[in-house]
């Protein structure tokens, strides 16, 4: 998509920005109200019911379930960090006789949950090595990781202290520990939502080694000057009412094609920011999006993997 019809399309689609704490109901299940509470004056819109296909990840509403019933052999490792606490990964493994690319999972700023870990079983499914970091290692209770916190409110907080650049560090670590799979194919990507889209870009302006980079819902770099130093493809797939987020597309995107780098940017009319996490909301428009991005994703790293 070249720069002037995203700024078309974004003139379209764009709402007013998001509240302050975006990132609040991020691929969380969502919490019944207490019992007694009043009614609101006017009911909220009832939860879209939105159908389980087989060859798209769950929302969040469900992730607890698609693991259970996943076939797949997934495990938790502990990947050496230099100088610091070992970042606890979960792995999950396709089935399959060759040897598969891998992909670096990033999870939103809720940290290593259950989503992220259904996301990563899903990946698998389709064929690769989906390697997940907790990126909150150590920063937990106890120097425990996104189990140790009491809820997921802290688990958010505790985030801050994550900057791009020990996210990168850990990357980086995870990195090469995942090419040294024996099953693994010597080819990576980074797949990141929310928080981690914003790092899965990020990551392919520091690391060259990098293969392809799929960005969700992630705000692009700020550093234009660093842009040049991007190999990997990238791949970008946002909602539609998403403005703080799509505001950084098309600075992104004209620098890019200024230097011959590629980066493929697509909007999905009427889906929230998390619309891959939250397919119940907005009425089927979140689910719809997941629809259409998911299979988007998945031919985007098998054409650069």
């Given at each position: 998509?070249r ?9 379209a ?13 991020h691929?969380?299940p ?7 509470a ?14 389980q296909?087989?060859?798209l990840?769950?929302?969040?509403d ?16 502990e990947?050496?960090n230099s ?12 089935e ?5 690319p891998v992909?670096?999972?990033i ?6 949950n ?9 990946l ?5 090595i989906?390697?997940?970091?907790d990126?909150l290692s150590?920063l ?5 990781g ?6 997921p409110d802290?688990?958010?907080?505790a ?15 995870v990195?090469?520990?995942?090419v040294k799979?024996?099953a693994?194919n010597g080819?990576?990507?980074t ?9 899965s ?10 293969n392809?980079?799929?960005?969700f819902y ?11 130093t ?9 909602g ?6 799509n ?17 493929e940017?697509?909007i ?9 996490g ?15 991005a998911?299979?988007r994703a998945?031919?985007?790293?098998r054409?650069?993997?």
């Amino acid at each position: 998509m070249r720069a002037a019809s995203v700024m078309a399309l974004l003139g379209a689609l764009l709402l007013p920005a998001c509240a302050a704490d975006e990132h609040a109901s991020h691929a969380e299940p969502a919490r019944q109200a207490p019992a007694g509470a009043a009614v609101a004056a006017q009911a909220a819109p009832a939860a879209f019911d939105y159908p389980q296909i087989e060859a798209l990840p769950p929302g969040a509403d469900r992730a607890q379930a698609a693991i259970d019933r996943s076939p797949r052999h997934g495990e938790w490792v502990e990947v050496a960090n230099s100088g610091g606490t070992p970042i606890r990964t979960w792995v999950v493994y396709p089935e399959r006789s060759d040897k598969a690319p891998v992909i670096l999972v990033i999870h939103t700023i809720g940290g290593l949950n259950p989503w992220a870990r259904a996301l990563a079983d899903q990946l698998a499914e389709d064929g690769y090595i989906a390697v997940a970091p907790d990126f909150l290692s150590g920063l937990g209770p106890n120097g425990g990781g996104t189990d140790a916190f009491a809820s997921p409110d802290e688990a958010r907080k505790a985030m801050s202290a994550v900057t791009p650049a020990d996210a990168a560090a850990k990357l980086d670590r995870v990195r090469e520990y995942a090419v040294k799979i024996p099953a693994a194919n010597g080819k990576t990507a980074t797949m990141g939502f929310c928080w981690g889209g914003s790092r899965s870009f990020e990551y392919a302006l520091h690391q060259p080694g990098l293969n392809a980079a799929v960005v969700f819902y992630g705000s692009s770099p700020e550093d234009h000057a660093g842009y040049a130093t991007i190999n990997a493809p990238i791949l970008g797939l946002y909602g539609g009412d998403d403005a703080r987020v799509n505001a950084t597309i098309e600075p992104a995107l004209a620098e890019l094609e200024k230097l011959g780098k590629i980066f493929e940017p697509e909007i999905y009319e009427g889906a929230g920011h998390g619309f891959v996490g939250s397919q119940s909301d907005r009425n089927g428009a979140n689910f719809r999006a997941t629809e259409k991005a998911w299979p988007r994703a998945l031919a985007f790293l098998r054409k650069h993997l």
